[in-house]
């Protein structure tokens, strides 16, 4: 059944809009050291539904601020709204949402990516705005490149994930989308730090967002499988940062390719957990019938509102937990994570940073995203997800433009170091001209 | 019959395991807060008291402490369980391999580990219209899982494990020792096979459970009848067994680590605590090092610690058979009144204990001393009444003149007028004062 927005729903998106235009035109605002941010739908806000892109958390508004938002809006941020995103983060392009598909900048037939999808569009849209996003395996990284803005995912453990409704507690990290090298260092500081309500956070050494990267190793094993546009404008960004002095090297990092296995095992196996909660019990319409089981009843609720890759994603959780398969599947998961944490120290050891472009492809049309199986669209992640296995802070910029779309380049650096990333974000700007998308009111 | 036992207590903290909410809810849902109720981005911090006394506990049992241990998330489905996994340990409980001793025998401790406790359901309404109803307040509240190897060989040693390991948890971290403070879980299996009661709550339904249980399996046995491995539930109020609900299988809980709570490292922790000595471990002391009955020794500690410390003080100084009269007679019989005031009565009534014992006042002088001690009022002193003593000692002189002859060959002659003055005076003095005053008023007489 289809249904038709209302005279009087019409009227408050209508007025929506209107607040929003108005708080986004209103220079005298900005001047008195005020901002404005958005904020990826799981980030819980006070005033705000949090929705998640799910279904089952269709009206659900939080008591309690998230943390990095809280520390926003106490520096003088106005948090403008929620950015639609893939269910819990389940996905590569945002088109796993329950409440519709965010649409790119540059390309409204093609994907944002995801899966903060709806906070890239907003960075790229909005001069001087700041969104917040979070990635769990390159769900940052990704719709930055996607939508040519600047993605920067901290060190795990770097900002607090009190308030973030969890995908994989030991991957998930909120990190920023911005247009410019100078947002990154003004609001990183601001959302950084420990905080006791997030033990994770607690053991971080403090922020130094002094840094600069020299020498950057390249592995061999990024450079299969990239589409040749998204591969061109990558070596023509390695040559220009060689003509800038940066020094370029190639290195082997066998492990990179268990990655992909690794992570999804970890990543649903906690998700799995997460979700368990959406049962019907506080969250997700109430409309079954009570006058069942209560393994039936939750059933019934999680069937009709989770969306499919959550199923999927649930059930392939399941499954790595179950004894007999624990050992084979989640226990050896976390033995990769080991390996491929080892071979990034081992690069580290002679280089500043590993450079990778952040996905093998530009922002794919709709109609492409359609006929991709699952599997497809999880190896799709294979360079963004093995520096979120290891918990490093990285960085994705855009580094040229194919028929339109913006292509993106990933910088990883060792833990701790994002004021080196910030640093070659600063740089990069001065080499490299950005394009942001003209938008027609 | 071998009967082992998984015992859930409360730890006594005022704040929840994971998050600051109070312990102690006065009304239903009055104590919750984003991260006990599971709500979507709360999550866990760990309360180091409740850390550090399931520490003490795990140490206290003999057990082998780990170095490093972590949480873990048992995912199940139920109600009154908010995030729909419990936070406890799996692969790295605080301890293993202990053991504790229960009159005598040694019963090996398999594992003690923390964990927080789900909600509680209520159900209310009329039968057909009934209603669940919620409340989260026991939510993240911290427990401490006990597990112990098959060792009891009868309902009544489970009930007296129970019965000395809370008497010894009340004093090491403050338990309340009431009943409902422990859950029990007790596994039983009287021929092959091993039957599961779930969630028995208190000390004597346990025995009661287990002992209808042991009835159960053995008139199936002795019919001939074969025991099914299951899981079953005490009623307490038909005192019966009966098949849980579930369908028998082997839960999946799917565990993986708590992402959120990172490893903590007890070893070192552990290494520092020093254990406080526990009632029944006092008791075996006090029956050793003074060579008394071990239920003597244990009622001297039950009663009261501070009684004990009486004990201890008196028999140092006037040995423990005596020290234990005292202390099991007058002392704890107007105990009521001297606790209260002990700090500035000590001194008296360890004078009073010493006299006696040194014969300097009689036993019941020494006893209406103590009385009086309790009550508030000083009794008279000794030196007041002397001229008493002194004018019945030359009355009887005089009356028995043939005493004051015999005495002058025997001087225990004496001992005739020694009694009768101790009697006048309902040994209101020690006889070794008489018997000097008497001494000397003979003395002048020859």
Same mark, same amino acid.
């Given at each position: 059944m289809t249904t038709f927005p209302t005279a009087d729903q019409l009227r408050s998106i209508d007025e929506r809009h209107q607040v929003f235009c108005e708080r986004l035109e209103d220079p005298l605002a900005l001047d008195q050291g005020t901002f404005h941010f958005s904020a990826k739908d799981n980030l819980c806000s006070r005033g705000f539904q949090a929705r998640a892109g799910?279904?089952?958390?269709?009206?659900?508004?939080?008591?309690?601020?998230?943390?990095?938002?809280?520390?926003?809006?106490?520096?003088?941020?106005?948090?403008?709204?929620?950015?639609?995103?893939d269910e819990f983060g389940f996905g590569t392009f945002s088109t796993n949402s329950g409440f519709g598909v965010p649409r790119n900048p540059f390309d409204p037939e093609r994907s944002c990516g995801g899966s903060s999808g709806g906070a890239a569009a907003a960075a790229s849209l909005i001069p001087q705005h700041v969104a917040l996003g979070v990635s769990t395996g390159g769900s940052i990284s990704c719709p930055a490149a996607f939508c040519g803005v600047i993605g920067l995912t901290p060190t795990y453990g770097r900002v607090s994930r009190w308030g973030l409704i969890d995908y994989g507690n030991s991957l998930d990290k909120v990190g920023l989308l911005t247009r410019t090298a100078r947002d990154l260092e003004r609001y990183l500081p601001v959302i950084s730090g420990p905080d006791p309500k997030d033990p994770t956070s607690l053991t971080q050494p403090v922020l130094d967002m002094r840094g600069e990267v020299e020498t950057v190793a390249v592995p061999d094993e990024a450079l299969v499988g990239l589409s040749p546009e998204v591969a061109a404008s990558f070596r023509e960004a390695l040559k220009e940062l060689e003509r800038n002095g940066v020094k370029v090297r190639e290195v082997k990092m066998p492990s990179l390719r268990y990655a992909i296995p690794a992570y999804y095992i970890l990543a649903t196996s906690e998700a799995s957990t997460n979700l368990a909660r959406y049962c019907g019990m506080r969250f997700g319409a109430m409309n079954q019938e009570f006058d069942q089981g209560f393994n039936d009843f939750f059933a019934q609720t999680r069937s009709e509102d989770f969306g499919p890759e959550a199923k999927r994603r649930i059930l392939l959780g399941t499954f790595s937990r179950m004894v007999g398969f624990r050992n084979r599947y989640y226990m050896k998961a976390l033995q990769v994570r080991q390996l491929i944490?080892?071979?990034?120290?081992?690069?580290?050891?002679?280089c500043d940073a590993v450079l990778t472009p952040t996905m093998p492809f530009v922002a794919p049309r709709f109609d492409e995203i359609a006929r991709m199986r699952p599997l497809e669209m999880y190896q799709a992640d294979f360079l963004t997800v093995p520096p979120n296995l290891a918990g490093m802070p990285h960085l994705s910029l855009p580094c040229g433009y194919s028929h339109g779309m913006p292509v993106g380049m990933q910088a990883v650096t060792p833990q701790w170091t994002e004021g080196s990333l910030v640093g070659l974000a600063r740089f990069w700007e001065e080499e490299f001209h950005y394009r942001f998308p003209e938008v027609m009111v | 019959m071998k009967i082992g036992l998984e015992?859930?207590?409360?730890?006594?903290?005022?704040?929840?395991?994971?998050?600051?909410?109070?312990?102690?809810?006065?009304?239903?849902?009055?104590?919750?807060?984003?991260?006990?109720?599971?709500?979507?981005?709360?999550?866990?911090?760990?309360?180091?008291?409740?850390?550090?006394?399931?520490?003490?506990?795990?140490k206290f049992l003999n057990c082998k402490i780990a170095d490093r241990v972590w949480f873990a998330r048992?995912?199940?489905?139920y109600p009154d369980l908010p995030k729909n996994f419990q936070i406890t340990q799996y692969d790295s409980p605080l301890g293993t391999d202990g053991h504790f001793t229960v009159g005598g025998r040694s019963i090996g401790i398999w594992r003690v580990h923390i964990e927080e406790d789900p909600g509680r359901i209520r159900r209310v309404g009329r039968s057909g219209e009934e209603v669940a109803l919620v409340d989260y307040d026991r939510s993240g509240i911290p427990l401490v899982e006990i597990v112990t190897a098959p060792d009891m060989s009868s309902p009544a040693e489970a009930r007296d494990f129970l019965t000395d390991l809370i008497i010894e948890l009340r004093r090491l971290i403050g338990v309340t020792g009431e009943e409902q403070t422990m859950r029990v879980d007790a596994n039983i299996s009287v021929g092959e096979e091993r039957v599961e009661i779930k969630n028995i709550t208190g000390m004597r339904n346990v025995e009661?459970?287990?002992?209808?249980?042991?009835?159960?399996?053995?008139?199936?046995?002795?019919?001939?009848?074969?025991?099914?491995?299951?899981?079953?539930?005490?009623?307490?109020?038909?005192?019966?067994?009966?098949?849980?609900?579930?369908?028998?299988?082997?839960e999946d809980y799917g565990y993986i680590g708590e992402p959120?709570?990172?490893?903590?490292?007890?070893?070192?922790?552990? %290494?520092? *605590?020093?254990?406080?000595?526990? !009632? =029944?471990v006092r008791a075996a002391r006090l029956s050793k090092e003074w060579r008394m009955g071990d239920q003597a020794a244990r009622q001297i500690v039950l009663t009261d610690w501070a009684l004990a410390d009486m004990f201890e003080?008196?028999?140092?100084?006037?040995?423990?058979? %005596?020290? *234990?009269?005292?202390?099991?007679? !007058? =002392?704890s019989s107007s105990w009521k009144d001297l606790r209260g005031r002990l700090l500035d009565l000590k001194g008296g009534i360890v004078d009073i204990v010493v006299s006696v014992a040194s014969g300097e006042m009689t036993d019941s002088e020494g006893r209406m001393r103590i009385s009086a001690l309790s009550s508030g009022k000083e009794a008279e002193a000794p030196g007041e009444n002397e001229g008493d003593l002194d004018a019945i000692i030359v009355q009887l002189v005089d009356e028995h003149p043939e005493v004051v002859k015999d005495y002058q060959g025997n001087e225990r002659a004496a001992n005739f007028l020694i009694g009768q003055v101790m009697k006048a005076m309902r040994g209101k003095y020690s006889s070794k004062v008489v018997a000097e005053r008497m001494k000397k008023e003979l003395e002048k007489r020859v």
């Open positions: 799910s279904r089952i958390l269709k009206g659900y508004r939080p008591p309690f601020d998230a943390t990095p938002i809280r520390k926003l809006r106490e520096s003088g941020g106005l948090l403008l709204g929620k950015t639609n995103m944490i080892r071979e990034y120290r081992r690069v580290f050891d002679s | 015992i859930h207590v409360q730890l006594p903290t005022r704040s929840k395991l994971f998050c600051g909410c109070s312990t102690a809810g006065e009304t239903p849902n009055s104590s919750v807060c984003p991260t006990c109720l599971g709500l979507p981005g709360s999550r866990p911090f760990l309360n180091r008291q409740a850390l550090e006394m399931g520490v003490l506990i795990a048992k995912t199940y489905f009661k459970g287990l002992k209808s249980e042991v009835n159960r399996q053995t008139k199936m046995l002795a019919a001939g009848k074969r025991i099914v491995r299951e899981t079953r539930h005490f009623d307490e109020e038909r005192g019966v067994t009966m098949p849980g609900r579930e369908k028998e299988f082997e959120d709570l990172g490893t903590y490292r007890i070893g070192p922790l552990a %290494a520092s *605590m020093a254990i406080p000595e526990t !009632p =029944l003080i008196l028999a140092a100084k006037v040995g423990g058979e %005596a020290a *234990m009269s005292w202390t099991m007679g !007058p =002392l």
